[in-house]
């Protein structure tokens, strides 16, 4: 069994920053893809960004240059940095890790709980 426990979210004014992080939690797994999605109030989840293992990135357009995302292997550990956020950037981020477990041939995508986070001011 494998776990993603987010934490870091909170209320930020618009302009503010606000750091993310989510580690996997667990025995005889692999991580692979680890990433951040969100989901606004009426709104589909959608890309944050995304890292692989080999640390190749992908950002949604609307977060290049603002946020980024970093990662501890050894850890099972995600970040995001979230710089200059505003106020349509209210939402519940979720944590996603395509994990597989050990004796498994295929991985398979993991959600954290989501955390919300409210730019306010």
């Known amino acids: 069994q494998v776990q993603l426990v987010e934490s870091g979210g909170g209320l930020v004014q618009p302009g503010g920053s606000l750091g993310l992080s989510c580690a996997a939690s667990g025995s005889g797994f692999t991580v692979y893809h680890m990433g951040w999605y969100r989901q606004a109030p009426g709104k589909e989840r959608e890309l944050v960004a995304r890292?692989?293992?080999?640390?190749?990135?992908n950002y949604a357009d609307s977060v290049k240059g603002r946020f980024t995302i970093s990662r501890v292997n050894a850890t099972n550990t995600v970040f995001l940095q979230m710089n200059s956020l505003k106020h349509e950037e209210t939402a519940v981020y979720f944590c996603?890790?395509?994990?597989?477990?050990?004796?498994?041939?295929?991985?398979?995508?993991?959600w954290g709980e989501g955390t919300l986070v409210t730019v306010s001011s």
């Open positions: 996603n890790g395509y994990i597989r477990l050990m004796g498994e041939v295929a991985g398979r995508s993991n």
């Open positions: 890292l692989t293992r080999g640390r190749e990135t």
